[in-house]
Structure formats: C-alpha cells, structure tokens
C-alpha cells in the first residue's frame, strides 16, 4: 500500500484487530513490496498502536491512523478517523449478544445477592433494639398487673366524707364493748359484799 501524507505527517489505513486496552487500538497494516533479489512481490503485516482517546473503535473497524508524537513506550499512532464500521457476521453477534446477556444476568444475580445480605444484616442489626423494647413493654405489663392486685386485695376506701370503711367501724364497736379497768371492778365489788355480809345477821335476828 502507497504511503499517504497527511499534512506533513505520515498516514497509515489499517483494521484494528485488538481493542481490549483502555484508549488503545492495535491497527494491523498489510504493505506490499517487490523483492529486491528474487523481484516477486511480498506482502507483509505490521502492526501498530494508535491512540483512541475516546474508545470508539472496534475489532474489525477500517481506520485512519497519523503520526504524532510519543505518547507512550510503544504509542506513536493516533486514531484519526474511521472510514468503515466493523460488519460481523451475525453468528458472532449472537454469541455476543448471548455473552452480554449472561453477564447481566450474573450480575442482576450479584446485585440482588449483595441488597439481601445487607437487608440480613441491618434486621440482625435492629432485632436487639426490638428484643430491648419488648422487654420494656412486658415490664410495663407486669407492673400493672401488680398495681391492679394489690387494688383488688385492698380495702374498699370511704365513699363520702364521713363515712368509714366497715373495718374502722368493727373496731369502734369492739373498743365500746371493752370491759372497764381492774380498779373499777374491785371498787365495785367492795360496794357489793357489805350487803351480803348483812343479810345473814338479820336472819339470825329472825330466828331468834
């Protein structure tokens, strides 16, 4: 292939035929050349890196490269123009698409692994807060449940000012039956024997 000059600076058509580094093409160049000795005609491929700033290109794309300045070790080429458009056949494209598809598919799988594991994790992580309330609650619970026994074995409180529980008043009548102090029960007997000591001298007086 004839050497074209862009501007002053060297032109090259090629297919690219790699492009899995990032903003990097390899462009494989086919030359034809006449053999000085044997005068037949040699065609050879040379390859070269060229710059794709922009990752546009694809395997099977036919591409105008230019000279320029080192940009790289081994990059020396950028990517000026493509002139066509890779065509694959559609067996490829559909083992492309089926690729594709399979790789979504894992990772849908992945994402929706990772979103239930931390949903797990944040429950694990709210279950002692839930077990804390819980507890607070049953605590409340057996808290009134005391509170009503100990209303139930009480005694019923006055209704009205004035009126006493049955109790009070089953002391006052017991401290109004109470029996009178010892000193008065003797001085009562004191007043009660002289009459009886007297009785049987008037009887005797009787008899006689």
């Not at 077990?131 to 049953?138: I, N």
């Not at 109790?167 to 002289?194: R, Y």
Request: proline share 5%; aromatic share 2%; charged share 35%.
């Amino acid at each position: 292939m004839a050497e074209a000059r862009y501007g002053q600076r060297k032109t090259r058509v090629g297919v690219v035929v790699s492009d899995k580094m990032k903003k990097t093409v390899v462009v494989a160049v086919e030359s034809f050349r006449r053999h000085r000795l044997y005068k037949k005609i040699v065609g050879r491929v040379k390859r070269y890196k060229a710059h794709d700033g922009e990752n546009t290109c694809q395997v099977g794309d036919k591409v105008l490269i230019v000279e320029t300045r080192p940009l790289s070790r081994d990059k020396r080429w950028r990517v000026a123009e493509i002139l066509t458009a890779a065509a694959l056949p559609k067996a490829e494209k559909a083992i492309i698409e089926e690729e594709t598809g399979e790789e979504l598919r894992e990772l849908e799988e992945a994402t929706a692994a990772a979103a239930l594991a931390a949903a797990e994790a944040r429950l694990a992580d709210e279950q002692p807060e839930a077990g804390a309330e819980e507890a607070e609650v049953s605590a409340v619970a057996e808290g009134a449940e005391a509170a009503v026994l100990e209303e139930v074995e009480a005694p019923a409180a006055p209704t009205a000012v004035g009126e006493e529980a049955p109790a009070i008043v089953e002391v006052e009548e017991t401290a109004v039956v109470e029996e009178p102090p010892a000193a008065e029960q003797e001085e009562s007997q004191s007043e009660e024997e002289p009459p009886a000591q007297e009785q049987p001298e008037e009887e005797e007086t009787r008899e006689s």
